[in-house]
């Protein structure tokens, strides 16, 4: 392992993995899971369990990589899928704010619409599922809008979509 490097090491018994980025000291700059970024022993952020290097082809500068990792070192803005640690590593690296997990998992969510919709075609959901696979595609839509976006505005686009989520969620109608 080296400087700026992005690792990842398995959670969950290996249903998702974590990441970080290592400052070549024997410190690892992480989200810890769902709090803030923090800078950890790579035996801390293992937590004993396999490390794995995390190749890109695109990668920025050592030097940019640390710069970005250190700089946001104690924020509090994690969100499972607009900001996690997969996020803000790839982030570091490349300057793309992305989470090949989240992109897996709502492809999984869309791929069980789509098959509950020709399951229950006669039960008169289909209009319902149809508005939830726009939204997915409005939700993929955004997550390409902030990978295009300096991080300074992907975070407000990430309040505002959170904030037009909790109203969805409440019953709200969208302006």
């Not at 950890?40 to 695109?58: Q, R, Y």
């Not at 969510?109 to 319902?128: V, W």
Request: with cysteine; glycine share 10%.
């Amino acid at each position: 392992m080296a400087a700026a490097d992005h690792l990842e090491v398995p959670r969950g018994h290996g249903l998702f993995m974590h990441h970080g980025i290592d400052l070549g000291d024997g410190t690892v700059v992480h989200y810890l899971e769902g709090k803030q970024i923090l800078r950890s022993s790579v035996e801390e952020f293992s937590l004993g369990e396999p490390l794995k290097i995390v190749p890109h082809a695109d990668a920025d500068p050592i030097g940019v990589t640390l710069r970005r990792a250190m700089g946001r070192l104690g924020e509090e803005r994690y969100n499972l899928l607009l900001n996690n640690c997969e996020h803000f590593a790839v982030w570091c690296k490349t300057g793309c704010h992305r989470s090949s997990q989240v992109e897996k998992a709502l492809g999984y969510g869309q791929m069980l619409l789509e098959q509950g919709l020709n399951i229950n075609q006669e039960l008169n959901i289909s209009h319902g599922l149809k508005e939830l696979k726009n939204g997915l595609k409005k939700l993929e839509q955004k997550r390409q809008q902030l990978s295009e976006q300096t991080f300074a505005d992907q975070l407000q686009a990430v309040e505002t979509l959170k904030s037009q989520l909790q109203d969805l969620l409440r019953g709200k109608p969208q302006a």
